[in-house]
């Protein structure tokens, strides 16, 4: 078996063909992407330290120095964007040096130390209540739910992130404290499931758990020592595993960014060991999500699920469009496979994420960040506060501004790659070697690279050819003679050469417009530039909620979704579109587009998507001929009817089996299990399940709950504030159908409420409460 370092780490990756230099030998140039660099820096030192690092201390036994933040830092996933912060800490300063950001780093891992010597066993974490879940857990009481364990919400993940951030304070910033610290952790989970059996571990492992075993992959390569390796397998979930490495996709309805990280272990494992049947796993999984599963921007999900491949229809009709952290994640397995598989198909999707997902996920000034971004076309994003907003997407948010720099270029011992068109400089160390990326990519459809050898270098340069560039259209000079390019789009052109100071490569890569229909064939379609996905501004009417407060549900932009039927069309055949869409002279990528109904959208702009902001947009456009368009937009009409017509009678609803819905309505439960069916998440049990739902305006009357027509002898009682409301027997005589069924509530019930409803289905003695597949609190 052969250990090795963490790509980053830059030594010994023997089983790689390539390695990425270190954030500090790569420099950004002026760009977007530096700017937006520049951007997440100052949000980084908005943030308080003390606060942050109060759930560790108090779990610890330790006097906070100051009051936790709020949001999903103080109501169950307290301290997780610790840890994002301190692996956001460790990669700024590599990447630009800023003494500020290893100052806090320094002052984070003292704090951080002083919490693990006083646990004695090197534990250290900021989940609730810890340390006697863990002891349930080492003594084999497990009570694993999707979003839960022991009734805590997901602490495994949530420790993942203090795992990762010391990770990432040793293998970016060279603190030998937090690697000491990330060893001690490592061994107290080998100590926490020393005495469980496989089978308990993967029960354990149903809950959301992140990427632990590759965390544990990377200590057995820092260390050197197999143990952890084991450990990073015990922590592999084998119900994703398996059908993996079956080439089988039974993703639908998962939840998304539950599996990305484990898959992310997956290919770390295999690269620690040369495991070629987890890396193969891992492959399919990307193919699957990115070439199935993904919309135009590189993001995949609604309401943070896998939906059908062959139905999209959600994603046009949610304002809970992909969600940040599945392409962060995304970015980083589809880092991993080009290491060991420098195929042009990963940067053709790693640049197409980075500009038109990462990108526009930063707001350009104060720079807050975006959890959902929907495809419903006139719908808008939600931004983050730096006080307020304690997501997963700032977390990985935070960081995903740090690390622009990390795949703009790649080496082997005697090739560099240039696989992004950023403006950078690089110090290639081991070649004495710097090379100067001039470039105003996407603006220009060209960039210049400088190689400066100390003295003459030989080795060979392989530019990536984009696959968005025509065959035969790229043209590529050294110092202004032309070369033969043989290769073809998504491959990479060789120059072999010995390189003087001063040699200039020129790349002209002409961007063409085209279009892309959503993947399930339905007529909405994207308009893109090159790599780059334009939209259009619509209005800035009734952006509720667009600065995010720390209520629970403040990352969902709740405002009002406008009917589809009244959103901009194009009124065309599909082959006809390219002809309508004209660039708008003296405006960088900025373009028309003719024949658009309604009247009053006729004069709308197409501008690249990631410097869209503050605005209603359209990104998936509806198409119709002539001749179509008004049947089409009355059956639209009554559709969105209905549809509105229940959400103004819903005041709350919950999707059980969906986890941020239930997570946001503070689910609990007993002998309960989720799934799904048709598409739709439900939930069951045999014990018990319940909601919080609110009625501020104390407008409720009546519950509604959607169940599955088939599903029989099931005996249940519903109670709301712990009085019955309901007795349920589902006979299973509905047939092959989804079906409502309202339940008044009682006015005392209503009158004594305080705005709060808790909503319990309580199964009958050797019965089943559910499933249910909607509930709502109704008018």
């Not at 250990?3 to 990756?13: A, K, N, V």
């Not at 990073?232 to 998962?254: I, N, W, Y």
């Not at 819905?661 to 689910?667: A, L, Q």
């Amino acid at each position: 078996m052969i250990l090795c370092f963490y790509p980053l780490l830059l030594t010994g990756q023997t089983n790689t063909p390539l390695q990425l230099f270190h954030l500090s030998d790569v420099q950004l140039l002026d760009g977007p992407f530096k700017q937006a660099m520049q951007t997440d820096l100052q949000y980084i030192l908005e943030m308080d330290v003390d606060r942050l690092l109060a759930p560790y201390l108090r779990e610890a036994g330790l006097e906070p120095k100051a009051e936790s933040y709020t949001n999903w830092e103080n109501t169950g996933l307290d301290g997780h964007i610790g840890g994002h912060y301190l692996s956001a800490l460790a990669m700024m300063y590599a990447s630009t040096g800023d003494a500020r950001m290893k100052e806090r780093m320094n002052y984070m891992l003292s704090e951080l130390k002083r919490a693990q010597a006083q646990h004695t066993d090197g534990y250290l974490g900021g989940v609730p209540g810890g340390r006697a879940i863990w002891e349930e857990i080492a003594n084999g009481k497990i009570d694993a739910g999707s979003f839960s364990l022991n009734k805590k919400w997901v602490p495994l993940y949530n420790i993942h992130k203090i795992y990762a951030g010391l990770r990432d304070a040793y293998l970016f910033a060279g603190s030998e404290q937090a690697k000491e610290m990330l060893v001690k952790l490592t061994d107290w989970a080998i100590q926490l499931v020393s005495n469980l059996s496989e089978e308990q571990i993967q029960d354990m492992l149903r809950s959301e758990h992140g990427g632990l075993n590759e965390v544990f992959a990377d200590v057995a390569a820092i260390t050197g020592d197999e143990k952890y390796l084991k450990l990073a397998r015990q922590f592999s979930h084998q119900h994703v595993l398996e059908p993996l490495l079956q080439h089988e996709d039974k993703l639908t309805g998962m939840h998304a960014n539950t599996q990305i990280p484990k898959v992310i272990g997956f290919k770390r494992i295999a690269d620690v060991d040369g495991e070629e049947s987890w890396s193969d796993a891992a492959r399919f999984f990307w193919e699957t999500v990115v070439d199935n599963r993904s919309v135009s921007i590189g993001g995949n999900s609604v309401r943070e699920h896998f939906h059908p491949v062959d139905d999209f229809s959600e994603m046009i009709a949610s304002e809970q469009g992909p969600e940040t952290c599945n392409t962060y994640n995304m970015l980083r397995l589809t880092n991993q496979l080009f290491l060991t598989e420098p195929d042009g198909k990963y940067m053709d999707y790693y640049e197409r994420a980075l500009y038109n997902h990462i990108l526009s996920t930063q707001h350009p000034e104060h720079g807050g960040f975006v959890y959902f971004t929907p495809m419903r076309p006139g719908h808008y994003r939600v931004y983050s506060q730096p006080h307020t907003s304690f997501w997963c997407c700032v977390g990985s948010g935070l960081e995903n501004h740090t690390k622009y720099g990390e795949l703009i270029y790649a080496h082997s011992d005697n090739d560099l790659y240039v696989n992004l068109f950023i403006p950078s400089s690089l110090t290639w160390k081991d070649k004495n070697v710097e090379v100067i990326q001039q470039t105003r990519f996407p603006d220009e459809a060209k960039t210049s690279i400088t190689i400066n050898p100390k003295k003459k270098q030989a080795f060979k340069l392989h530019l990536r050819y984009p696959g968005w560039v025509a065959a035969g259209e790229l043209k590529v000079s050294v110092n202004g003679e032309e070369e033969n390019v043989t290769a073809s789009p998504g491959e990479f052109v060789v120059i072999d050469r010995r390189w003087k100071k001063g040699d200039v490569v020129t790349m002209e890569m002409p961007m063409q417009t085209r279009l892309e229909q959503l993947p399930d064939g339905k007529n909405f379609y994207t308009i893109l530039h090159g790599p780059i996905v334009l939209a259009a501004k619509t209005d800035t009417t009734h952006m509720i909620g667009l600065y995010a407060d720390d209520s629970r549900g403040g990352h969902i932009a709740h405002g009002e979704k406008y009917p589809l039927q009244n959103m901009p069309v194009i009124i065309s055949e599909p082959d006809q579109i390219l002809k309508k869409i004209k660039p708008v002279e003296g405006e960088s990528l900025t373009f028309t587009i003719d024949q658009v109904k309604p009247e009053k959208y006729s004069d709308l702009k197409l501008i690249p998507f990631f410097r869209l902001h503050e605005s209603r947009y359209v990104l998936y456009w509806q198409v119709e001929t002539a001749e179509k368009y008004e049947q089409k937009q009355n059956e639209l009409a009554a559709e969105e009817a209905a549809k509105q017509q229940l959400a103004a009678q819903t005041i709350d609803l919950v999707f059980p089996g969906e986890q941020q819905p239930e997570s946001d309505h503070f689910i609990e439960s007993e002998n309960s299990q989720i799934g799904v069916h048709q598409g739709r998440h439900w939930r069951h049990a045999r014990g018990w399940f319940s909601y919080q739902l609110k009625d501020e305006k104390k407008e409720a009357q009546k519950l509604r709950v959607m169940y599955y027509g088939l599903d029989n002898n099931r005996h249940f009682n519903i109670l709301v504030n712990d009085q019955l409301l309901a007795e349920v027997n589902l006979d299973g005589s509905k047939g092959f159908e989804f079906f409502t069924e309202d339940y008044a509530i009682p006015q005392e019930i209503i009158e004594q409420s305080n705005g709060k409803f808790k909503i319990k289905f309580e199964a009958k003695v050797g019965s089943i409460a559910g499933g249910v597949f909607e509930v709502r609190l109704m008018k």
